[in-house]
């Protein structure tokens, strides 16, 4: 769906609004949160940690059923669906006393992230949009901000009122009013103008069909590169905080790092929005690539002063770079035609990214350091930057086409 005039901005409002919610109230909320639940609710680590695990899977997995709900219900409906999973997931960790509604909880927060995420978020924008590269940065700085705020608002609501459940019931009520904003501005209008609804139908069928687009080299290489990010990701946030206390740095210190790489990455996403108006999305995907994978370089050594600001840096660009730099090089290489199957499915595949920590703490516990891990995470992210220094457009089979578009809408 595609909107036009002033309300293209509305829209672009609503779901950075809601991009910076689901960002700052669920994988960085709950991180913050969590020590709190643990210490009231007597439980093990294991317990906590799975329920981080079931979040992320939960989120992955479900990477498909946002498009297929925006095709058969429309964009409103489908946030309006989102918003209610949000906010049982957020009822049920406000009323967590066992474990199990906890895993509940986190399952249906993956889902409703999913719903209300980057993939109806980049489809709408990106439709909305002829040039979309700096609205997108908007739209990734938003959720690059609301990486850094929930920790603080996580903490901030602890020492306030010095119950954890307020924060769960806070993050509810902001699911409620964003999610049912995001519906009223998506929501469809009557007395459309007739020409204008047939520009956007043209619009809609330029590209190629998902099915053709999935059978290229290229399409792999491009979710490779994003799997490798949200691998780097994951297991930068996982880990980064340990490796460097242990390396020189307190507690406090490794902390304000990751502080620091999360805002860099946030101020990033903005200036790669507006770097995308002039450069392609492949060349913007290699420097994020190679920011990435210098920062993560420069994390092997630790607390080391030299090093630290490197791997700020090299991390807080990469990272804030790559979710504009990847979307944009999808649109670059398959138009906006199959955008949202193909952005969806890229989400799906990426799940696996979720074996980053797993293996990452085995070999922790082998080898007792987590510098070989950082060091095999700079090696993958190389080998896709290599592939993305060789990637050239695809062209379109003429059979494909010549085929009747509407069957890929």
Same mark, same amino acid.
């Given at each position: 769906?595609?909107f036009?005039? #002033?309300?293209?901005?509305?829209?672009? @409002?609503?779901?950075?609004?809601?991009?910076?919610m689901?960002?700052?109230?669920?994988?960085?909320?709950?991180?913050?949160?969590?020590?709190?639940?643990?210490?009231?609710?007597?439980?093990?680590?294991?317990?906590?940690?799975?329920?981080?695990?079931?979040?992320g899977?939960?989120?992955?997995? +479900?990477?498909?059923? =946002?498009?297929?709900? $925006?095709? #058969?219900?429309?964009?409103?409906?489908?946030?309006l669906?989102?918003?209610?999973?949000?906010?049982?997931?957020?009822?049920?960790?406000?009323?967590?006393?066992?474990?199990?509604?906890y895993?509940?909880?986190? $399952?249906?927060?993956?889902?409703?992230?999913?719903?209300?995420?980057?993939?109806?978020?980049?489809?709408?924008?990106?439709?909305s949009? *002829?040039?979309?590269?700096?609205?997108?940065? $908007?739209?990734?700085?938003?959720?690059?901000?609301?990486?850094?705020?929930g920790?603080?608002?996580?903490?901030?609501?602890?020492?306030?009122?010095?119950?954890w459940?307020y924060?769960?019931?806070?993050?509810?009520?902001?699911?409620?009013?964003?999610?049912?904003?995001?519906?009223?501005v998506?929501?469809? #209008?009557?007395?459309k103008?007739?020409e204008?609804?047939? *520009?956007?139908?043209?619009? *809609?069928?330029?590209?190629?069909?998902? *099915?053709?687009?999935?059978?290229?080299?290229?399409?792999?290489?491009?979710?490779?590169?994003?799997?490798v990010?949200?691998?780097?990701?994951?297991?930068?946030?996982?880990?980064?905080v340990?490796?460097?206390?242990?390396?020189?740095?307190?507690?406090?210190?490794?902390?304000?790092?990751?502080?620091?790489?999360?805002? $860099?990455?946030?101020?990033?996403?903005?200036?790669?929005?507006?770097?995308?108006?002039?450069?392609?999305? #492949?060349?913007?995907?290699?420097?994020?690539? +190679?920011?990435?994978?210098? @920062?993560?370089?420069?994390?092997?050594?630790?607390?080391n002063?030299?090093?630290?600001?490197?791997?700020?840096?090299?991390?807080?660009?990469?990272?804030?770079?790559?979710?504009?730099?990847?979307?944009?090089?999808?649109?670059?290489?398959?138009?906006?035609?199959?955008?949202?199957?193909?952005?969806?499915?890229?989400?799906?595949?990426?799940?696996?990214?979720?074996?980053? =920590?797993?293996?990452?703490?085995?070999?922790?516990?082998?080898?007792?350091?987590?510098?070989?891990?950082?060091?095999?995470?700079?090696?993958?992210?190389?080998?896709?930057?290599?592939?993305?220094?060789?990637?050239?457009?695809?062209?379109?089979?003429?059979?494909?086409?010549?085929?009747? =578009?509407?069957?890929?809408?």
């Open positions: 769906m595609a036009n005039g #002033r309300l293209k901005f509305v829209v672009l @409002g609503a779901f950075s609004l809601l991009h910076f689901l960002n700052a109230c669920t994988f960085n909320g709950l991180g913050v949160v969590l020590p709190y639940m643990v210490d009231e609710l007597g439980w093990a680590w294991a317990t906590a940690g799975f329920g981080f695990t079931l979040l899977m939960a989120c992955g997995l +479900s990477g498909l059923v =946002p498009a297929l709900l $925006i095709r #058969r219900i429309g964009v409103a409906r489908t946030m669906i989102g918003g209610a999973v949000l906010v049982t997931g957020f009822a049920c960790l406000a009323l967590t006393q066992s474990a199990l509604v895993f509940v909880g986190t $399952i249906f927060l993956g889902i409703g992230y999913s719903i209300c995420g980057t993939v109806p978020g980049v489809n709408v924008i990106s439709h949009f *002829k040039r979309s590269s700096t609205p997108m940065g $908007i739209y990734f700085t938003a959720g690059g901000f609301g990486a850094v705020a920790p603080l608002i996580a903490y901030a609501t602890q020492e306030l009122t010095h119950e459940r924060y769960w019931v806070g993050a509810a009520l902001s699911a409620i009013l964003l999610s049912v904003f995001a519906a009223l998506t929501a469809d #209008r009557p007395g103008n007739d204008e609804s047939r *520009k956007q139908q043209i619009a *809609k069928l330029e590209g190629w069909p998902a *099915k053709a687009a999935m059978r290229t080299v290229q399409y792999y290489i491009v979710v490779g590169a994003y799997t990010f949200l691998l780097i990701n994951t297991t930068v946030h996982g880990f980064a340990k490796h460097l206390s242990d390396t020189g740095l307190t507690m406090g210190g490794a902390a304000s790092v990751m502080s620091a790489i999360a805002l $860099i990455g946030a101020i990033g996403s903005t200036v790669a929005g507006l770097a995308g108006e002039k450069i392609g999305g #492949r060349e913007l995907t290699m420097l994020s690539l +190679s920011a990435t994978v210098l @920062g993560v370089l420069a994390l092997v050594a630790g607390g002063w030299f090093a630290v600001p490197v791997a700020v840096v090299g991390l807080g660009v990469g990272f804030g770079f790559s979710y504009v730099g990847t979307a944009m090089l999808l649109l670059d290489l398959f138009g906006k035609r199959s955008n949202l199957e193909l952005y969806s499915t890229m989400s799906l595949i990426s799940t696996a990214a979720a074996i980053g =920590p797993a293996i990452g703490g085995l070999v922790r516990d082998e080898l007792g350091s987590f510098a070989l891990v950082f060091i095999a995470c700079a090696v993958l992210g190389f080998v896709f930057l290599m592939a993305l220094l060789w990637l050239n457009k695809p062209a379109l089979p003429q059979e494909e086409n010549e085929a009747e =578009p509407v069957l890929a809408a």
